[in-house]
C-alpha cells in the first residue's frame, strides 16, 4: 500500500512497485483514510510518508500497528531531520529513506521491509541506533555481564549476531560477514527472539540498540 498526499508522486510509486512485480492493493493520500483501508486491504508493507494533510505519519503508523500488529512500514519521506527519523522508529517504523532514494534502491528497501529487515537510507542508521544509544533508560548491557536482572544471557555468538542485525544488516549479509549458512543465522536470531520474548527481528533490533549492542 502507498500513502502519500501527493497524486503524481503517489501513482508513481505505484507504478514502480507494480512494475517490478510487487501487487499494490491500495493507494491513500490521507493517514486516517490510509488507516481504514489498510484495516480492510491488508497490505504487507506500507509505504509511507510522514508529512500527511490531516495526521502525522506518526500517527498513521500508530493506527497501522494497532489494527494491523504484523504490518510493515517503510517512511519514504523528504525530511532527513533527526527527530522525525526517531519519532517514526519509535512508533513502529520498520524502516526510512529519504525521497532522493535512487529507484533501485528504493525498490530493494522494499523487498527488505517486506522480508523483515529493517532498512534504512546510508547515514540514517547510524543516526537512529547512536539517539536509541543515548535515549536508552539503563546502562548498555554488554554481552554476559548480567547488568540487568532477570535478562537472558546470550551465547557468544548469538550476541555477535544481535549486533549485526542492530546494525541493519540482512541475513545473507550476516552470513557472509561470520562464514555462517544463511539458516544458521536465522536460527540464532529465533534462539535469540525466544530467550528475550520478542516476535520479530524490529523488535530484537530495538531491543539491541536500546542496550548499545550496535557498538
Known sequence: MVVDDHPMWREGVARDLTEAGFQVVATSGEGRQAVRVAAAARPDVVVLDLQLPDISGVEVILGLRAALPDVRVLMLSASGEQQSVLDAV???????????TAPAEFLDAVRRTAAGDPVFTPGLAG???GEYRRLAAGPGVEPGDGAEPGTPRLTDRETEVLRLVAKGMSYKQIAQRLGLSHRTVQNHVQNTLGKLHLHNRVELTRYA?????DD
Open 127 to 129: 543516526l537512529v541506533l
Open 209 to 213: 540498540i536500546e542496550r548499545g549492542l
Open 90 to 100: 519509535k512508533a513502529g517504523a520498520t524502516g526510512y529513506l529519504v525521497k532522493s
